[in-house]
């Protein structure tokens, strides 16, 4: 095992893989940037190291002044948490040939799941299904992009092969505007990711989004059951729970099963999330994770398997200890992302905390790096924290998680925490398994606004 861990990442993720290094007796290395040189978490690593000043260009996502700070600190791996390097493959190659461990997959299969197309390729050589689409890349000119793209059928989701995190996506209903999409996206993903190639895919009505959650070394690999994220805005995730509601039993077993196999197929290592698209009769891949996932805690609470521990077992050992017949699905979890912005806009809220007080009680836990007194930062992700809440079934985490929600005091800046309760008082939450669109028509219906009862 690793005597000292550096940890690439800020916020909760910090926090949450350093719990982890802590109860493994791994000492831990954290890295900030100078806008988060107060982060109480900081103070409780064993070595802090200042990687550069607030813009992440210039820090979290500096690989030189981290690979430096592992150098000094002697740490012998890295774990990248998820966000900014966590799925950059010249990254870990660069931490393997300074010496150290990279805490995930290999480059090479970093790099290929990284490019959603050879991802989507290679999965399907392991017998997963695929959304109709293209099966190369659009071509350069956009006349022609549009004539290959429209083959689809419409409606349609242009998506740029390097995207992620919800951006670099557009959905087209008719030939007439296609063209002009192709444009704008290849130049929006060539800007963003650096890469401008695109590829089209059939636009699914309103399917739910269901993930598994794999374990892998390469030769053995275990699932840990599914989530269900289908609640989301802009394509981003909003309220994600484990298992997938409602699906029939054989089913959610095969997949699991197929996601297993794929991972053999492809000697796969690591930890890893295969997401897919079901329209209630088919899963539908879209593409791998080949991380931690923000999500991981509603999959913790009901197996017990602590992810990040297993994540770090099978980078110093590169063998994973688990065996399938031993882990064992208990109730159901849910998990709220409470973000730093105004309930009804949207709109990033960064600021002073004044009054902090997080819930508690039976089933719940936060992972949050908050606390009052806390200053958010202007310039990252504004996820401040993930509140989960664990029942022996889905009715009493609900229930448990709408108590929390109600005793939840962030007090200073807006927060969703209002979105989330009454997305949690809604009847058709409450039934369980909508679909991707769900939210978003609510949304639309004044959900969000100000004022609207709880
Ligand atoms: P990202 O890497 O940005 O997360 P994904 O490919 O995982 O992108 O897609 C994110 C979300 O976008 C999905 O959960 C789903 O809501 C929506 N989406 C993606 N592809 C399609 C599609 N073909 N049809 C309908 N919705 C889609």
């Given at each position: 095992m690793f005597e000292k861990i550096l940890i690439a990442n800020r916020g909760e993720v910090a926090l949450r893989v350093q719990r982890t290094c802590r109860e493994m007796g791994v000492q831990t290395v954290m890295v900030y940037s100078e806008a988060d040189v107060n982060a109480k978490y900081l103070r409780l690593a064993d070595e802090a190291v200042c990687i550069g000043p607030p813009p992440a260009a210039e820090s979290y996502l500096n690989i030189a002044a981290i690979v430096a700070a592992a150098e000094i600190t002697e740490a012998e791996a890295i774990h990248p948490g998820y966000g900014f390097l966590s799925e950059n493959a010249d990254f870990a190659e660069r931490v393997e040939k300074s010496g150290f461990v990279f805490i995930g997959p290999d480059p090479e299969t970093i790099r290929m799941m990284g490019d959603k197309l050879a991802a989507k390729r290679a999965m399907q050589k392991t017998g997963l299904k695929m959304i109709p689409g293209s099966e190369q890349p659009l071509p350069a000119d956009a006349a022609q992009a549009a004539e290959e793209a429209a083959k689809t059928g419409f409606p349609l989701v242009v998506k740029a092969a390097a995207g992620g995190g919800g951006r670099g996506m557009r959905v087209v209903h008719t030939d007439a505007v296609l063209a002009n999409v192709i444009s704008v996206l290849r130049r929006e993903a060539q800007a963003a990711f650096g890469d401008s190639s695109l590829y089209a895919e059939k636009y699914l009505d309103n399917p739910r989004h269901i993930e598994v959650q794999i374990l892998s070394d390469g030769k053995n690999a275990v699932h840990l059951g599914t989530r269900d994220c289908s609640l989301q805005r802009r394509h981003q995730k909003v309220l994600e729970e484990a298992p997938a509601p409602g699906l029939p039993r054989k089913r959610e077993e095969g997949i699991c099963e197929a996601c297993v196999a794929a991972c053999k197929k492809t000697g796969y290592k690591g930890a890893g999330t295969f997401e897919f698209l079901y329209d209630g009769e088919r899963f539908y891949f879209i593409e791998m994770n080949a991380r931690l996932q923000v999500e991981h805690p509603v999959t913790e609470m009901i197996t017990g398997v602590d992810v990040v521990a297993e994540q770090i077992k099978i980078a110093a050992s590169r063998r994973l200890d688990l065996k399938q017949k031993e882990i064992r699905f208990f109730g159901a979890a849910m998990e709220c992302r409470i973000n730093?912005?105004?309930?009804?806009?949207f709109v990033p809220s960064p600021g002073l905390i004044r009054q902090y007080h997080a819930p508690g009680g039976n089933g719940v836990r936060v992972d949050s790096h908050a606390y009052g007194g806390y200053e958010v930062p202007p310039y990252y992700d504004s996820l401040l924290a993930k509140l989960v809440a664990y029942g022996e079934d889905r009715k009493q985490a609900r229930a448990r998680m709408q108590s929390a929600l109600r005793e939840y005091v962030i007090d200073g800046i807006a927060t969703n925490l209002p979105l989330h309760a009454r997305l949690l008082a809604d009847a058709a939450f409450a039934q369980g398994g909508v679909g991707i669109r769900y939210l978003e028509s609510k949304i639309k219906e004044g959900f969000a606004a100000p004022g609207a009862a709880v």
């Open positions: 730093a912005e105004d309930p009804a806009t």
